[in-house]
């Protein structure tokens, strides 16, 4: 799907650049020696490494009916210091109330 894609983009862009770089899709996963950094789609989120930075893109994906159990996994069970969520606007009022749920 266009969200396994996205992940491959992102690895072969990282890649490309010359950083090591894993890939964990549901139909594909790349593990590279030294990997610094991890592409992955949602199902996939290593919730069990702890991460400087962790980027979410699709935050939209919270309301959807088929997806968005795997995207509020990721969100709140990532181990990150930081956590980038991007995505539409519509997904900024579903991003607050978590966050202000969650007390961040």
Known sequence: GPLRLLALELYEKMTAQGVYTNLS???????????TH?????????LDTDYEVVVLDEAQMLADDG???AYARALL????????ACGGAEAEGMLRKIAADCGD
């Open 25 to 35: 899709t549901g139909q594909e996963r790349r593990e590279v020696p030294f990997a």
């Open 38 to 46: 991890r592409a992955a789609t949602v199902e996939m989120a290593d």
């Open 67 to 69: 997806r968005g159990h």
């Open 77 to 84: 069970g990532t181990r990150a210091a930081t956590v980038h």
